[in-house]
T-cell receptor
């Protein structure tokens, strides 16, 4: 079983749609959760981070964590063409230094 | 805004040659990392480095790889004898700490070096 699973998509939505991106994980030691955005052939860019179960909102983005189900989500409201990118979930244990990434979901927002 | 910088952006080398990938982490960060991403695959952890020592490494980081902080600003990844399967994007990252609080734990990534082994 993979430590982190993420549907690679591709996901194509019209401008203004609400987008839901999801990851599941198997390692209960993961306590830190991050979402990165990656444009083609560029480095991951941090979008949001959280460590607690529940929701965290930042503008059009909401990160949701359910530790009991080992499930995290990123919601994008009022999606824009500029949101078109690959979205990576990443997780980390409180001790240790490595991030474990999902496969990434490729999102296209059509004008 | 401070950022991690990596050079070169693209490196082409022949199989069996040595390559050095260079990174300048964010200046007040103490922890440095290398990750790689083979085309179409997930980002994978290679190694973390703190206080001039490797603090953690993955099974990918074998004897062909080494890391060094040759001076106060640079952090390098050396691949001694490149193989075709080393072709990938290599990302450097840095963070202030690795333990709590999470805000100081966040790893910031450079734009990457694309390594092509022919």
């Amino acid at each position: 079983q993979k430590e982190v699973e993420q549907d690679p998509g591709p996901l194509s939505v019209p401008e203004g749609a609400i987008v839901s991106l999801n990851c599941t994980y198997s390692n209960s030691a993961f306590q830190y959760f991050m979402w990165y955005r990656q444009y083609s052939r560029k480095g991951p860019e941090l979008l949001m981070y959280t460590y607690s179960s529940g929701n965290k909102e930042d503008g059009r983005f909401t990160a949701q964590v359910d530790k009991s189900s080992k499930y995290i989500s990123l919601f994008i409201r009022d999606s824009q063409p500029s949101d078109s990118a690959t979205y990576l979930c990443a997780m980390k244990e409180t001790s240790g230094s490595r991030l474990t990434f999902g496969e990434g979901t490729q999102l296209t927002v059509n004008p | 805004e401070p950022e991690v910088t990596q050079t070169p952006s693209h490196q082409v080398t022949q199989m069996g040659q040595e390559v050095i990938l260079r990174c300048v982490p964010i200046s007040n960060h103490l922890y440095f990392y290398w990750y790689r991403q083979i085309l179409g695959q997930k980002v994978e952890f290679l190694v973390s480095f703190y206080n001039n020592e490797i603090s953690e490494k993955s099974e990918i980081f074998d004897d062909q790889f080494s890391v060094e902080r040759p001076d106060g600003s640079n952090f390098t990844l050396k691949i001694r004898s490149t193989k075709l399967e080393d072709s990938a994007m290599y990302f450097c990252a840095s963070s202030e700490v690795t333990g709590p609080p999470l805000a100081k734990n966040i790893q910031y990534f450079g734009a990457g070096t694309r390594l092509s082994v022919l």
